[in-house]
């Protein structure tokens, strides 16, 4: 399966900025997403982001507040915009690399916002 | 809507205990079920179910796949502390121009010494 490196692994952010979440893939891939977990909560689906054109964003989630960049096909970028307390979440990259061993996730960002 | 549900929310045992964790979807356009264990930030793979009836093993987890139920369970046996986990079911479904997971809330699993 492919390894992801996703940094930064946890960050303490003042309310009204934004911090850039990079993940890194060892092999090509054609799509990554995105993913926000709140406290206590499940993995939501942010958005999708192919290599060459905008991201596809899931209902509730909008450009503005979540800008992606997706420049090659080994590598991706969210940026979370103008934080508020309600963004503190962890933020997970993922990749099908092979359809045999699903999704593989990348090992996650831990944001709190204060 | 498009959901996917587990059973129990929550669990406790203890160790050399067995436990079966229930996964329901209601999805269209399904192509794979896949459950993922979560212990700190990302969720790791388990398996990936696609056809009814078969059985998918890794040691002492299984789990298995009914479509026409619209259901999945994951069987862990003789439970160790490191089972301790989140445990994740997704739905895999054409979502337009590509496929995408849809994910349940989760089972806390914690396996007491």
């Known amino acids: 399966s492919a390894v992801i490196s996703q940094k930064p692994s946890r960050d303490i952010c003042q309310r009204g900025t934004s911090l850039t979440i990079q993940c890194q893939v060892d092999?090509?891939?054609?799509?990554m997403f995105w993913y926000r977990q709140q406290p206590g909560q499940s993995l939501t689906l942010i958005a999708t982001a192919n290599q060459g054109s905008e991201a596809t964003y899931e209902s509730g989630f909008v450009i503005d507040k979540f800008p992606i960049s997706r420049p090659n096909l080994t590598f991706s970028t969210l940026t979370v915009s103008n934080m508020s307390p309600e963004d503190s979440s962890i933020y997970l990259c993922?990749?099908?690399?092979?359809?045999?061993?699903?999704?593989?996730f990348g090992s996650g960002t831990r944001l709190t916002v204060v | 809507e498009d959901k996917v549900v587990q059973s129990p929310l929550s669990l406790v045992v203890h160790e050399g205990d067995t436990v079966t964790l229930n996964c329901s979807y209601e999805?269209?356009?399904?192509?794979?079920l896949l459950w993922y264990k979560q212990e700190k930030k990302a969720p790791t793979f388990l398996f990936m179910l696609t056809s009814s009836g078969i059985e998918k093993k890794s040691g002492r987890l299984s789990s298995i796949l009914d479509k026409k139920e619209l259901f999945s369970i994951l069987n862990i046996t003789a439970t160790q502390t490191g089972d301790s986990a989140i445990y994740l079911c997704?739905?895999?479904?054409?979502?337009?121009?590509?496929?995408?997971?849809?994910f349940g809330k989760g089972t806390l699993l914690t396996v007491n010494p």
């Open positions: 997704a739905v895999e479904y054409s979502g337009g121009s590509n496929y995408k997971l849809t």
């Open positions: 092999s090509q891939v054609t799509m």
């Open positions: 999805v269209t356009n399904f192509r794979s």
């Open positions: 993922s990749v099908e690399f092979s359809y045999t061993y699903g999704y593989t």
